[in-house]
């Protein structure tokens, strides 16, 4: 049965998660995307099918997002929860660890990578220096500059968005972050991807261990949404091979 679970990160704010509990030592982590949630369709199939063949999940909401404690959005401040989030998952008595992060999520996955995490699964991950879509307007990066930040709504939710997020979205070295990365990594990308380009992914693998794989989704969108029962399934058994 679920259940919804509360933990600090290293400023002592409230980050909100659900975790899927099993008598098991092995656990997902899910990091999702910019001004997203814990609570998006990919993550629950994921769960989902994880519960089925006996590996727990952890999905949880950045701070800034969701119902984690409000603050302004950072690459590094989205790391620091996650770490806080792996820490919690150890504290509970999970020593086999794996991460799977969507878009902003993924380079936070990547990011937070150690030699105790065994396995890592990417949806449309950033990986590659590019600014950011919502910051590509003319007028949103002259408010950034002016103010140092900009807020932006979605889904009902306020987040603030500072000008270090594009500036770290904008200095990202990918052979740097991805050649630390030892564990064997999924990636999965649509060749329709508007937001993240399905060339960023492509160059990825360079970097990365040779059991490495990149899965192409024909017709599939950033979201990649489009056949989430696919998705869950193939995420699971990635993780039930390399956990």
């Known amino acids: 049965m679920?259940?919804?679970?509360?933990?600090?990160?290293?400023?002592?704010?409230?980050?909100?998660?659900?975790?899927?509990?099993?008598?098991?030592?092995?656990?997902?982590?899910?990091?999702?995307?910019?001004?997203?949630?814990?609570?998006r369709p990919?993550?629950?199939?994921?769960?989902?099918?994880?519960?089925?063949?006996?590996?727990?999940s952890?999905?949880?909401d950045f701070a800034g997002s969701g119902e984690s404690d409000s603050r302004e959005i950072t690459v590094s401040g989205q790391l620091a929860d996650l770490k806080a989030a792996i820490d919690f998952c150890r504290r509970r008595?999970?020593?086999?660890?794996?991460?799977?992060?969507?878009?902003?999520?993924?380079?936070?996955?990547?990011?937070a990578y150690d030699d105790k995490i065994s396995t890592i699964v990417l949806y449309a991950p950033v990986t590659k220096a590019k600014t950011p879509t919502a910051f590509k307007d003319a007028e949103r990066r002259k408010e950034i500059?002016?103010?140092?930040?900009?807020?932006?709504?979605?889904?009902?939710?306020?987040?603030?968005?500072?000008?270090?997020y594009v500036e770290e979205r904008e200095k990202i070295d990918q052979k740097a972050i991805l050649s630390k990365v030892k564990?064997?990594?999924?990636?999965?990308?649509?060749?329709?991807?508007?937001?993240?380009?399905?060339?960023?992914?492509?160059?990825?693998?360079?970097?990365l261990s040779p059991d490495s794989k990149l899965e192409i989704v024909k017709d599939g969108s950033h979201r990649l949404?489009?056949?989430?029962?696919?998705?869950?399934?193939i995420t699971a058994v990635w993780f039930k091979e390399h956990l």
């Open 2 to 39: 679920s259940e919804r679970v509360e933990f600090k990160n290293s400023q002592g704010l409230k980050l909100v998660g659900i975790l899927e509990p099993l008598k098991t030592d092995k656990i997902v982590i899910m990091a999702h995307g910019f001004t997203s949630n814990k609570n």
């Open 183 to 207: 564990c064997p990594v999924l990636i999965f990308h649509g060749d329709v991807d508007v937001e993240v380009p399905l060339e960023h992914s492509k160059s990825a693998m360079e970097y």
């Open 58 to 60: 952890l999905r949880f």
């Open 225 to 233: 949404e489009e056949n989430l029962d696919m998705l869950a399934k």
């Open 93 to 111: 008595g999970y020593s086999k660890i794996g991460l799977l992060g969507s878009s902003l999520g993924g380079l936070v996955s990547i990011l």
């Open 42 to 56: 990919k993550f629950v199939r994921a769960a989902e099918e994880l519960s089925k063949i006996g590996i727990a």
């Open 145 to 164: 500059d002016e103010k140092g930040f900009v807020i932006l709504h979605k889904d009902g939710h306020e987040f603030k968005i500072g000008k270090e």
